[in-house]
């Protein structure tokens, strides 16, 4: 029942995906970034580490991604 009152935050959606999409692009500008440009010693210069990075960044892209399309996919089921 507490989902319903997510309804309040609809005006706001712009500003959200605004935000969801700045996140993932500076996310994809840190993660993507080549090796080299990493010092030793940091994270990003395990590969293992990157991989991983990588990863998850484009599950929760794909996840974005879905709940952006959701609203307009949304009427189809109806």
Not at 4 to 22: C, D, S, V
Request: glycine share 6%.
């Amino acid at each position: 029942a507490w989902i319903g009152n997510l309804a309040i935050l609809e005006p706001y959606r712009p500003f959200f995906i605004g935000a969801a999409l700045i996140a993932l692009f500076f996310a994809y500008r840190g993660i993507f970034r080549p090796a080299r440009d990493c010092n030793p010693g940091d994270v990003c210069a395990v590969p293992r580490a990157r991989t991983t990075y990588k990863a998850i960044f484009w599950v929760v892209a794909v996840l974005v991604l879905v709940a952006l399309a959701f609203p307009y996919v949304l009427p189809l089921f109806y």
